[in-house]
Each structure stands twice: as C-alpha cells, then as structure tokens.
C-alpha cells in the first residue's frame, strides 16, 4: 500500500497576499491555493516545508493526517487570546517523569505574536479503520476549526481535552494533577466532540472527566454585571471597537471586549467569588473511570435489549400480518418458483421459512402443511428448489 498524507491550511484572520501565494506555488505545482487555504494530498513525496514554520508565517490552522496512524491539528492564536499562567496547568511535564513512546498529543509553541496550539494522536497498533483508506484528511478542518473561535471566546474545554488526550497517550502518571476543571466538559460543543474523534480519546475517560464539572449556565441567564460594564465605557473605547467591526476585525473586537470585561469582572464582579473546584490526580480520575465503564456497559447492554425487545416486536407483527394474508403469500411463492432461476428458488425458499415462522406463531402448523403439499404437488419435480427445502430441513408431512 502507497503512504497516503494530507495537508491542509487555513488563513483566517488575514487573507494570503499575491506574493504569498506565490512563495507557496513555488513548494507545490500540485497543492490547491486561495487566499485561504493550501490542500495537497501526497502518495510518494512529501510537504517541501515546515507546517509550524508555515504556521508562524502564512495560516492559522493545519490538519494533518497520513495512513499509517497519525494526525494532528495546529492552531494559530494572538498572543493576547491566551496567558501563560492559563496554559501552562495544561502542558506542564509529567512530575513522576512519565513518557510516551509516541509523539505528545498536546502542547504549546510560543512566538513573538501568536500561540501555536498543537494536539496529534499516533494508532500504533492498527486498529482504528479510518486511516486504512485515503479518506482520513477531508473533511476535519471544517469540523475543528470552530475549535479557534471557541479559545478566542475564553473557552477552556479543548485545552482540558488536550491534556485528556495527554493522559490516553500515556504522558502523565498516576501522581500528576489535573488542570482547572472548564464548565460543561459534560456537554461539548460539536467540534470539541469532533476532536475527541479527532483525538481518539477514551470515551469512559472523558465521562470520568467530565463528573466533576459543572453544568453550563443558561444561555437566558442574564448577566448582571454586563449592563454596568458597558454603562462605564468611554466613547474613545466603543469608537475603538467600531473601527474595529467596519474594517473587518469582528473577531478581535469581540475578544478585546471580552478581554477588559472578564478583566474589570475579576475585581468588580457583583456575584460571589466562588471557590476553585479541588483539582483531582490522574489515579482519582482513573478510579472515576472504572465507574464510568461499568455504566456505560450497563447503558450498552439496556440499549442492546431494548432494540432487540423492539426488534421481537417488529417481527411478531410482521408475522401476525403474513399469517392473515396466507392464501396470498402461497400465491406469491407459486408465482415465484414460476421463474425457475436459483434466485427465484432462493426468494421462494424464505417466503417458505417465513410463512411457517408466522403459521406456527398463529398456532396454525396443520393448515401450513396443507399448504405445502399443495405446492410441491405443482412444483415438486424441481430438482433445485426441492434440494433448498430439504436443506433447510421442510418437508411435507413434517412440522
């Protein structure tokens, strides 16, 4: 099998320039290029540069996935969005000196202007099917990308579920402390649960995870000190802003605006400072997971019952509907065995079976044997079709 990667970049906050484009041209003859983005697929070569380096100076986003097990995603964000003291709880190294024997699944890169946010998982066993064909790379950027927009807004969960993925990856040991538990780990947005996808993130650990965190308030709660925020801007801020929306900016008004009033919030916020949630270790979490798993399994076997419950049902009135209507189905059987072909004998043959299935459940055998004589005296001269009956073990004469 040829090796299969798949790159593709997206420029969000600024579009590409002419001569960018070009410089890009000049790495590829093959790569599809807009202003926005850069997509090539490669089967023997490989990308003539470095994805962090093209990071750093072109995109804002970078998916990455190659058929022998590894993906990965960057994303680019203004230094300001984020601060040391937020990220670093999520990527600090492992205090008992655990390692991996694969490539981090998380972790974060620093330059003058920007946070480059990494996350990547390695199948080093084989066994998940979505890297086995040349399908893997379309498709995540459009699901992940909402994940920028969603750091940009002061939402913490994607780095809580990088650092999950840092524990699946076996890069932190049963001492090492969690980071600060996000609200509404327990109801993920669409792309956050498209990373854990992306991510392949144990489902009865991120349930273990997301025990402990709280729910996400009601998006109707009105937030009682936003009217006395804005009550207190200047006009020189809110012109600010507006240059801001009109020239095309939306996305850093918003996180601006959201910066100064999460910052004026801390120190003048109305409601009750609430206390940190106690931050768990690894083993706590690992324990959380066991309980987690004997739940799921139970949901798991009720949801298995439940559908073959239902499925019983079908089935039984399917039956009662064919048992009513038996001098039709023979009928239909006749018309079938008419054809002569080894697909008409095999249709017949489970028309038979099912016929029976619903005389007997009607408590009518007799009447279903009469039936079958009757047929095989038309049809019984059939070489092919009587050897189908006698195989699946209906004969005339027998229940």
């Not at 801001?244 to 400072?273: D, N």
């Not at 004997?294 to 076997?301: F, K, P, S, Y």
Request: charged residues 25%.
């Amino acid at each position: 099998m040829s090796e299969y990667q798949y790159h593709e970049f997206r420029a969000v906050d600024r579009p590409l320039t002419p001569q960018q484009q070009a410089e890009l041209r000049s790495r590829s003859s093959r790569a599809t290029i807009t202003a926005t983005s850069f997509i090539n697929e490669y089967h023997w070569g490989d990308l003539k540069g470095d994805p962090l380096d093209w990071m750093q100076r072109y995109f804002d986003a970078h998916v990455y996935s190659a058929n022998w097990g590894t993906c990965s995603l960057l994303l680019r964000l203004p230094i300001s969005a984020l601060d040391k003291a937020t990220l670093d709880p999520f990527t600090l190294p492992s205090r008992s000196g655990a390692q991996s024997g694969f490539i981090d699944a998380f972790g974060v890169t620093p330059t003058t202007d920007h946070w480059i946010v990494y996350w990547g998982f390695n199948d080093d066993s084989g066994e998940f099917e979505r890297f086995w064909c040349y399908e893997d790379g379309p498709g995540w950027m459009d699901s992940l990308l909402p994940l920028r927009d969603e750091l940009l807004r002061g939402d913490t969960r994607p780095l809580y579920l990088g650092w999950l993925a840092r524990v699946c990856n076996g890069e932190l040991g049963d001492d090492d402390i969690e980071p600060p538990m996000p609200t509404g780990l327990g109801t993920l947005t669409p792309a956050q649960s498209d990373l854990t996808e992306f991510l392949q993130i144990d489902s009865d650990w991120l349930a273990a995870a997301a025990s402990a965190s709280p729910a996400l308030p009601d998006h109707e709660t009105i937030d009682p000190d936003l009217d006395a925020w804005i009550a207190l801007q200047t006009l020189e801020s809110m012109q600010t802003t507006t240059r801001l929306l009109l020239e095309g900016r939306s996305q850093e008004a918003e996180r601006t605006l959201r910066q100064r009033y999460l910052a004026w919030q801390r120190e003048h916020s109305s409601k009750p400072k609430s206390s940190p949630l106690p931050r768990r270790t690894v083993a706590e979490i690992d324990a959380a997971r066991a309980i987690a798993r004997v739940r799921r399994l139970e949901l798991e076997r009720q949801r298995r019952e439940a559908e073959e419950a239902k499925r019983r049902a079908e089935r039984k009135q399917q039956m009662e509907r064919l048992a009513a209507s038996s001098d039709m189905a023979w009928a239909a059987i006749d018309q079938t065995l008419q054809r002569g072909s080894g697909h008409a004998y095999d249709q017949a043959l489970q028309a038979v079976k099912d016929l029976a299935e619903a005389m007997d459940q009607a408590g009518r055998k007799a009447e279903f044997q009469t039936g079958l004589i009757k047929l095989l005296s038309v049809h019984g001269k059939r070489g092919a079709w009587m050897k189908r009956l006698a195989k699946a073990g209906i004969q005339a004469g027998e229940i």
